[in-house]
């Protein structure tokens, strides 16, 4: 990240959640294992934003990811068969650690509270299992509840005003 400055031209470090930030991609360690060729993995932040989406939406009580508008996108993508695994997940990545910040839909009457460790843990578990990089921080922001029935009551009930 670039160091501000103010009036007077002190230069002022930024702020970051991670390591030293890396864009737009997110480097590991080379490997120089005997018999194994050495060289550099990188991966993608796009692709560890889809870990932790993937890993957000197996916990029981999740029933979406992203906000309103996310989500009707996300709608949108699902019905021509381009699902972004990847929506509602927002990854900070740097040289060794990632930090995310992962917004859900709770499926009523689930204890929210519970849905969202269950969603830190299971974050945190598959980026340092799949991706080899620590976990410093996953923000867990909780922007709705789903009614089981509330959307198909709705368009049930609804009478067609035209033939």
């Known amino acids: 990240m ?24 997110s480097s590991l360690s080379t490997s120089t294992t005997a018999g194994v060729a050495s060289g550099k993995t990188v991966i993608a932040d796009g692709v560890i934003s889809k870990v932790a989406g993937i890993a957000a939406r197996e916990v029981p009580g999740v029933f979406a990811l992203g906000g309103g508008a996310a989500r009707a996108f996300g709608a949108l993508r699902d019905v021509i068969g381009s699902t972004d695994l990847g929506q509602g997940v927002r990854v900070e990545v740097g040289e060794t650690q990632v930090a995310a910040d992962v917004t859900i839909v709770v499926e009523y009457p689930q ?24 976990v410093a921080e996953v923000n867990v922001a909780i922007n709705d509840v789903h009614i089981p029935g509330e959307d198909d009551d709705e368009q049930a009930g609804t009478e067609s005003r035209v033939s």
């Open 2 to 25: 670039a160091n501000t400055t103010s009036d007077n031209s002190t230069p002022t470090p930024a702020t970051s959640r991670v390591d030293k930030v890396v864009a737009p991609s």
């Open 111 to 134: 204890p929210m509270h519970e849905v969202a460790e269950q969603v830190r843990a299971s974050v945190a578990r598959a980026i340092t299992q799949l991706v080899g990089m620590e």
